[in-house]
């Protein structure tokens, strides 16, 4: 998978996040910013809505070249002709979503506990969602909050396979690089961030994605 997850952008369609702002003017303006990879995350509209939503979504990465990933909805991802979609331990099965899927589609799979990221792996998931790594208002009903240590913990115990895995929950400018550079000389580490307040809900999400770009980029002069 040559997919770049550095900064990974979850959507969000709740008034609190978007603040009356339209979600296709966020989600451009954190492509501007340097968002790597979007995944359109909606539990609130109805299955046109999202469509409807998604297929807007598709046109504005594919402008800057970033794929767009759909959360939960795999009949929505294929009917827009997304890049991929993120499944949780709820969702479709990874192997019914791989054999309705193109061949090239990406799937990331949620993985909480080390069994999870086991499992997703022995599937063939392209990448792993891991978290909750801070508890977060922006999704509330989380089963383990894991913090460093306990995503560094998964990360050692998978660190003989490729899996690209990113880190979910909590995660903004003031402890991006504690999440990246948590361990100076680790087994493995993340390949990203995946973030949804600290981008959707800031007043300017250009600025906040460069920057965040900018911290994740950067190795923290003192750990
Ligand atoms: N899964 C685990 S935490 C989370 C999801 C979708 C929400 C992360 O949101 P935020 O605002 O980046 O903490
Ligand atoms: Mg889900």
Same mark, same amino acid.
Request: aromatic share 4%.
């Given at each position: ?108 799979? %949620? @993985? ?6 086991? =499992? *997703?792996? /022995?599937?063939?998931?392209?990448? &792993? ?67 949804? %307040? @600290? ?6 999400? =250009? *600025?906040? /994605?460069?920057?965040?770009?900018? &911290? ?8």
């Amino acid at each position: 998978m040559a997919v770049d997850l550095s900064l990974y952008l979850v959507t969000d369609s709740t008034p609190a996040i978007l603040k009356g702002r339209d979600i296709c003017t966020v989600v451009e303006e954190a492509l501007k910013g340097g968002v790597t990879v979007v995944q359109y995350r909606d539990k609130k509209s109805d299955t046109g809505e999202q469509i409807a939503t998604a297929r807007k979504l598709h046109q504005i990465c594919q402008k800057y070249g970033v794929p767009l990933l759909i959360n939960d909805r795999v009949d929505v991802a294929l009917a827009v002709g997304a890049e991929g979609v993120h499944l949780g331990q709820d969702d479709m099965k990874f192997a019914e979503a791989k054999k309705i899927l193109p061949k090239e589609a990406i799937i990331g799979i %949620s @993985a909480s506990t080390l069994e999870e990221a086991q =499992k *997703a792996i /022995a599937d063939g998931a392209d990448y &792993l969602g891991i978290g909750t790594m801070f508890a977060t208002p922006t999704k509330t009903n989380t089963r383990y909050v894991l913090g460093t240590a306990g995503t560094q913990a998964i990360l050692d115990a998978i660190s003989t396979t490729s899996v690209n895995t990113v880190a979910i929950g909590g995660i903004n400018h003031s402890n991006v690089q504690r999440v990246i550079y948590q361990s100076e000389s680790p087994k493995k580490a993340l390949d990203g961030v995946a973030i949804v %307040s @600290a981008i959707m809900a800031a007043d300017d999400s =250009k *600025a906040a /994605a460069e920057e965040l770009a900018k &911290l994740i980029k950067n190795p923290p002069c003192i750990r």
